[in-house]
């Protein structure tokens, strides 16, 4: 039987001219990722399903059944809109996913938001957090039990922008999924931020090969150097290498944290054969009251960057900002998005609706929504505005 291919025929000026630069839509970029379903099968055009699911997303839906529906909900003017004879079923959504390339995806929707990012200045460094995250709806009790689906995220710190969305082979290979991405990708200006897990020496020697800079937390699993380091700040002072510091005070959220930073540079002759081009040692130490009772905790790290490009307050501000993976990526996904409500089984489906999330967040972010619940039941609303967000140049 011959096939039906049906192509989305959007708004005329999908892409448009500012200056000399050319300025594409999202639908427009959609349409460059590889599609791997066989030519011969193909009734709906990859981008125009993707499309479909970041509408549905934009106005609050979670699963990909809920997607399905809310499309069949506003068929008539979904049809006219992208051109369609008919909507896509619930399987097809799935269907599309598994066949998609999810780097190239993620790829595609970070130059589409880059497109109107400010330029970097001169020697102005960025910063990219990096943390692996379960999917954990897709995680399964059955005869051969099925764990959820761990990818690693790369989050651009200063943009809001998911730099880079990778699954993860199998329980315990973050570090190996992460050191494999850095060798591929050019670090030049960009300062690397990551948790204890990642503190090794050939994670580091990566990094600055790459042109990077890192900064790194050391825990237990680094037991002699965290100890090198504590025995480095619990030494009298010394006023020809006097140690420096920096504070920040947070009153906000029902508690009081001091964050208080002591740096130095002198470990660094007796850590270089092993931690390459490492230029400053810390301790890092939280003190306040949180639900009424006292907190404190000390952490140590090391850096790559050297006392003339990151001061005591801005490390201070690097590890602090580094949580905005948690805070800002993953807690929004999973709680305002409901990620982990999302069951799919197939872990490359699931990584592809968890990359259209941060899709999502990342676009509320650029349009100024200070609440996405109150941005989603706008779009929830007002469909129309989310398609021309989708369809037409920011």
Known sequence: MESITETAEVHEAEVHEIGAEQVQSLHELLRQVADYRHKRGRRYEAATVLVILLLAKLAGESTVSGIAHWARLREAWLKAALGLRRLPCTNTYHYVCAHLDVSELNGKVREWLEQVAPQRQAGEL???????????????????TQGGQEVLNVYAVDSG????????????????????????TNCQGVVIT??????????????RQQQGHYVLIVKRNRAELEAEIRRLFDLPPDPHSPVQTAQSVDPG????????????????????????????????????WRNGKPVYESVCGLTSLPPDLASPAQLLAYVQRHWHIENRCHWRKDVTLREDACT????????????????????????HFTNVRSAIRTFAAFPEQALALLTLPL
């Not at 960025?126 to 051969?144: C, E, F, I």
């Not at 922008?161 to 591929?184: D, N, W």
């Not at 490359?348 to 968890?354: E, R, W």
């Open 253 to 288: 959220h029902g508690r009081l944290i001091v964050r208080r930073i002591f740096t130095s540079s002198e470990l660094n002759l007796a850590l270089q054969h092993e931690w390459q081009d490492v230029a400053q040692v810390f301790v890092l130490e939280r003190r306040g």
């Open 126 to 144: 960025v910063q990219w957090a990096m943390d692996g995250k379960v999917l954990r709806g897709n995680h399964r009790y059955t005869p051969s």
């Open 194 to 207: 990551a948790d204890a897990l990642h503190t090794r020496p050939r994670f580091c020697r990566r990094i």
């Open 344 to 367: 799919v089984r197939h872990p490359l489906v699931a990584t592809v609706l968890a990359v259209l999330n941060s899709a999502v967040l990342a676009l509320l972010d650029h349009c």
């Open 161 to 184: 922008v998911l730099q880079h969305c990778q699954p993860i082979a199998s329980k315990g290979y973050e570090a190996a999924t992460a050191h494999a991405f850095i060798g591929q």
